[in-house]
């Protein structure tokens, strides 16, 4: 990657602010802001010219439509919450990536170039978020991606342009084959999405495990554009292993597991899932309970969690789902930046988003209005979010807890949480 400082600017001169024009954003998701007079830059702490544009590129229809409209419902109640600070503008233009990469190569080409965007919370998938990637950095638009875990995007050559306020799955691979092994499996095969999603954490998986000892018979790549999967099973059921790592998407995931019943397995080999299917819908759409079955995701545990879940049931009337909180911090921690470079240009933003995130003055989600004053004044503050502390690393990586979770009666419950292993 080349990696470009994040840094605070110091002694930035704060330049004369234009309003932008309206952007399509949703009612309710826009607060009033004062400008300032023409060629007059803001006072030095002053936010009231500052209007931040923020697209959002989220799966509302396709293989992830299950979690895209909880993710945006994050989004929009942080900038809610922002814009009630009164103190700068959040405006928001929300657009559906439809969990493909063209859909959101050209969304994110419209929230670009039509909507003045400086910020594009998402994508979901990793191969969709790296189509907009390819459209955002070299537009100098800042990316923050919400649900994106593919190991690869650490060493991608963006230019500092993307974040990320969930942790690679090259701690995930590493946890599942650590599940595995505790639960005595000798033999795991995987079958994964042929993505970078996909790939990434069999890859991470296979490695890990057969390193503590295991095997994996059989690592089967299977297109998410497929309908049928009865070969893609039997090639991952040969060998009769103790169990099969799916890794997969909720509507390809159905069809895998409805083969998998087919053939008798489901009941017979047990199953280990991420956190792609970590959704209470998904048994109903197998139509089959999987009571029992297990998976992996990134535990929405940070500082901020409570005070979140219970704005966003008052808000919403009804509960967050996986990735929700995350996409919460995503337009908190833009805002944060820009408020201490006191400018919305996409560079700015970027060189500003791992200090608000890491050392300084503590910042849970209560206190937004108050950290976007102390970012202001050029205070050093820490963002502890809703969905974790998301201390940005240098190439905008975070860390996070895991769950174990549990099918059980159709619900999504958690059976343990465990720490990533320490980085050597």
């Not at 330049?15 to 400008?35: K, S």
């Not at 875990?149 to 599942?176: H, K």
């Not at 409570?306 to 929700?324: C, I, L, R, V």
Request: proline share 5%; net charge negative.
């Amino acid at each position: 990657m080349l990696e470009v400082p994040r840094l605070k600017l110091l002694g930035l001169l704060l330049a004369a602010m234009f309003v932008l024009g309206a952007c399509g954003g949703e009612a309710g998701d826009t607060g009033e802001g004062e400008e300032p007079a023409d060629g007059e830059a803001p006072a030095e702490g002053d936010l009231s010219g500052l209007e931040l544009n923020i697209g959002t590129v989220l799966p509302l229809t396709g293989d992830l439509a299950q979690f895209g409209p909880a993710m945006e419902n994050g989004a929009k109640l942080a900038a809610q919450q922002l814009n009630e600070c009164g103190t700068m503008t959040i405006n928001m233009i929300h657009e559906d990536d439809g969990t493909n990469e063209q859909t959101a190569a050209t969304a994110a080409d419209k929230l670009i170039n039509t909507d003045n965007v400086s910020v594009i919370v998402g994508a979901a998938a990793s191969r969709v978020s790296f189509a907009v990637l390819d459209t955002a950095a070299v537009n100098e638009v800042v990316q923050i991606s919400p649900a994106s875990t593919s190991p690869d995007f650490t060493d991608y050559e963006d230019n500092g342009y993307f974040f990320r306020t969930t942790p690679s799955d090259a701690f995930q691979g590493v946890i599942l084959a650590q599940i595995a092994q505790d639960a005595g499996y000798e033999t795991v095969n995987v079958l994964a999405l042929n993505d970078d999603y996909g790939q990434g954490i069999a890859r991470v998986f296979e490695e890990s495990f057969t390193e503590a000892g295991g095997e994996v018979a059989a690592n089967v790549a299977y297109d998410p554009a497929g309908t049928q999967f009865s070969s893609e099973v039997q090639q991952a059921a040969s060998g009769d292993p103790d169990a099969i790592l799916l890794v997969a998407f909720p509507e390809t995931g159905a069809a895998i597991m409805q083969a998998a019943i087919q053939q008798g397995l489901v009941g017979e080999v047990p199953f280990l899932f991420t956190d792609g299917l970590a959704d209470p819908e998904f048994p109903e759409a197998v139509g089959d309970s999987l009571d029992g079955e297990r998976g992996t995701r990134p535990a929405a545990e940070g500082p901020g969690i409570d005070d979140f879940n219970a704005a966003y049931q008052e808000e919403f009337d009804g509960q967050p789902g996986t990735f929700s909180a995350n996409t919460y911090d995503a337009v908190m921690l833009a805002a944060l930046a820009a408020a201490a470079a006191g400018s919305t240009e996409g560079p700015d933003i970027r060189d500003n988003l791992q200090d608000v995130s890491r050392e300084g003055a503590e910042i849970l989600p209560a206190d937004i209005c108050e950290g976007l004053e102390r970012a202001a004044a050029g205070e050093d503050i820490n963002y502890e979010g809703a969905a974790g502390s998301q201390d940005f690393d240098e190439n905008g990586d975070v860390t996070s807890d895991y769950e174990l979770w549990e099918f059980q009666g159709g619900e999504v419950v958690r059976v343990e949480l465990i720490s990533p292993p320490e980085s050597g």
